[in-house]
């Protein structure tokens, strides 16, 4: 049965669909984590609540980061409930303000005696032109310099866990994006939500890959991950998913193209408990197989620069001067604190 739940396609049974056969299978790795402590960001519902869900089945110790305390808190007791696990906490992180991402990460760092696996979930897609609490464009915001903040609280906690690793969701979608560093803040052009999506989520592998080269050494790994087409709420936002023609005609096609929320977190999940991948850092997974992404995602220039105006724009230090890295954002720099 098909509904429209939440402005979202959402399909009502538990039985396999159309989609999952498509899927990529399931993790291929039997991996536990007993005692592991694994941070998942927007794990209240999607891609995020299916990957907390089987962690907590493997043993993880689980900490679901979500700007909604009370969705939150129902998938927590869901998840305690099904797999007869204590250790799933709800914890509240809302990633479009870095006065939240900080308080949680203070908390996260004086609470927790370790860190050992950070799963940047979270997302938002083709949202109208919002900002964030600190005046970031919502999606470059979100996606893109909350996480970049939050895993750079984290790294100390991560490297003294030993063997860390930190997993970005990124997607097939940036293939087409640009980072335009002229107007990052879609300010100075007219506002396109889908190129705004597609460049936050190059953004995410641009991060990765110049994180993978900071970490060397360290025992921390980090990598990208496309985790294929889902039957998700993300696209609450998109005109498609709300209209009669796209669930009464659209739909039936869509239930080919898509696999569920449960194949969804596959890719995450194999990246953060396959021994096989020990070690490997700095990639981008399509799914569960290691791929290149696109060209513009190779760029060594593009990384560190990029690296550089988030390390100012989220207040933390920054290792260049560079005046050309100078923000042009109109950034409510009250909420943007130095850390010392
Ligand atoms: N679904 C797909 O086909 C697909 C394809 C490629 C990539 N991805 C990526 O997969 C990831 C998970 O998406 P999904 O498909 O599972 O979408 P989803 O069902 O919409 O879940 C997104 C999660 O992110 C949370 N979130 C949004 N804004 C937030 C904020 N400011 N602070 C904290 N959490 C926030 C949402 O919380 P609320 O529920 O409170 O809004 C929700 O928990 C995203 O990064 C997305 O870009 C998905």
Not at 17 to 35: E, F, I, M, N
Not at 71 to 91: G, N, P, W
Not at 129 to 152: A, C, I, P, R, S
């Amino acid at each position: 049965m098909l509904g429209l739940g939440n402005g979202a396609l959402s399909i009502s049974c538990t039985r396999a669909r159309p989609g999952d056969y498509a899927s990529g299978g399931t993790c291929p790795s039997k991996a536990t984590v007993s005692g592991k402590t694994i941070i998942i960001t927007g794990a209240n519902t999607g891609i995020g609540k299916e990957t907390a869900r089987e962690l907590a089945r493997r043993g993880g110790r689980i900490i679901m980061a979500c700007r909604d305390m009370e969705k939150c808190e129902t998938a927590a007791r869901e998840i305690r409930s099904e797999t007869l696990s204590h250790h799933v906490y709800a914890r509240h992180l809302n990633l479009a303000s870095l006065k939240s991402i900080r308080e949680f990460a203070k908390k996260v760092t004086e609470e927790e005696v370790n860190v050992n696996v950070l799963i940047n979930n979270a997302g938002i897609m083709r949202c109208p032109y919002w900002k964030t609490e600190d005046g970031f464009e919502m999606q470059f915001g979100v996606n893109h310099l909350g996480h970049f903040l939050l895993t750079n609280l984290l790294l100390e906690k991560l490297k003294n866990s030993g063997n860390g690793r930190i997993i970005n969701v990124s997607s097939l979608a940036h293939k087409v994006g640009q980072i335009d560093f002229n107007d990052l803040n879609w300010e100075k052009k007219k506002y396109d939500t889908k190129a705004a999506y597609c460049q936050s989520k190059l953004a995410n592998i641009l991060f990765t890959k110049e994180l993978a080269e900071r970490l060397d050494g360290s025992g921390v790994t980090v990598n990208a991950v496309h985790p294929g087409v889902v039957n998700t709420e993300l696209g609450r936002h998109t005109g498609m998913h709300k209209s009669n023609f796209s669930s009464t005609i659209l739909g039936p096609f869509f239930l080919f193209l898509v696999k569920s929320p449960h194949l969804g977190a596959q890719p995450s999940i194999y990246l953060a408990v396959a021994e096989e991948l020990e070690g490997i850092s700095g990639k981008y997974f399509d799914v569960n197989k290691q791929k290149d992404p696109a060209p513009q995602a190779l760029d060594d220039e593009t990384a560190r620069r990029l690296w550089e105006i988030s390390a100012k724009l989220v207040g933390l230090k920054s290792d260049n001067s560079d005046p050309q890295l100078q923000s042009t954002f109109t950034v409510n720099m009250d909420n943007v604190s130095a850390v010392s």
